[in-house]
């Protein structure tokens, strides 16, 4: 059974950086093919893709955001972490990592989209 | 970048009725196209991935439809744990993963 919960800070001031955790449960960001991503959805609106780590360390950030954001991942823990700097009111939101699925057909693997998500923890930017 | 668009913003339907939800890309995305259901309070869950297939769990009563760049979401027999927000989202065009504004279920 695949889990995965966010945790960090609720309230940031602006300029500061933010810095949440994913831990998640039931796989491993060591095998091949798996990943993890991080997506915001600020109140009220549409939800928008942050950044994504495979098992491999191969990472792939969202441009609007790209200068802004880090994400890494500790196997050993079963974490992923995502750092987002200069924070900004317009930040603030609820942040969801998700598992993104896919499978392999034997000599190719398949990348889907994200099939199990964190219950998201809200994020308020506010001095 | 592909940018999402969804309609209708709202649909009222009533229980045990039909409804239709359709998104349409920028571009092409083939049928790499996925339909999120989200409640409030609550994370987005995977309904169909690759425009039509169902993810695991989810009844037969959702149905995707569609390829390239027009997709629809039929839901047969709306119960009312489906009255929610429906987020289309395109998965094909790496490295993004573009979401579209969303479409609200109402009960009529």
């Known amino acids: 059974q695949i889990t995965l919960k966010e945790s960090g800070p609720s309230l940031v001031k602006p300029t500061q950086t933010l810095t949440l955790t994913c831990t998640f449960s039931?796989?491993?960001?060591?095998?091949?093919?798996?990943?993890v991503g991080w997506i915001r959805q600020p109140p009220g609106k549409a939800l928008e893709w942050l950044a994504l780590?495979?098992?491999?360390?191969?990472?792939r950030y969202s441009p609007s955001l790209k200068g802004r954001l880090t994400i890494t991942k500790d196997t050993s823990k079963d974490q992923v972490v995502l750092k987002l700097t200069n924070m900004d009111p317009v930040d603030t939101g609820t942040y969801y990592c998700a598992h993104r699925g896919g499978y392999y057909d034997g000599s190719v693997y398949h990348y889907l989209t994200f099939d199990y998500w964190g219950p998201g923890t809200l994020v308020t930017v506010s001095s | 970048e592909i940018v999402m668009t969804q309609s209708p913003v709202t649909l009222s339907v009533s229980p045990g009725e039909r409804a239709t939800l359709s998104c349409r890309a920028s571009?092409?995305?083939?049928?790499?196209l996925a339909w999120f259901q989200q409640k409030p309070g609550q994370a987005p869950r995977l309904l169909i991935y690759?425009?039509?297939t169902r993810a695991t769990g989810i009844p037969a009563r959702f149905s995707g439809s569609g390829s390239g760049t027009e997709f629809t979401l039929t839901i047969s027999g709306l119960q009312s744990e489906d009255f929610a927000v429906y987020y289309c989202q395109q998965y094909n065009d790496w490295p993004l993963f573009t979401f579209g504004p969303g479409s609200k279920l109402d009960i009529k």
């Open positions: 690759g425009a039509y």
């Open positions: 780590i495979y098992w491999d360390d191969d990472k």
């Open positions: 039931g796989f491993s960001l060591s095998t091949p093919g798996v990943s």
């Open positions: 571009q092409s995305v083939n049928t790499k």
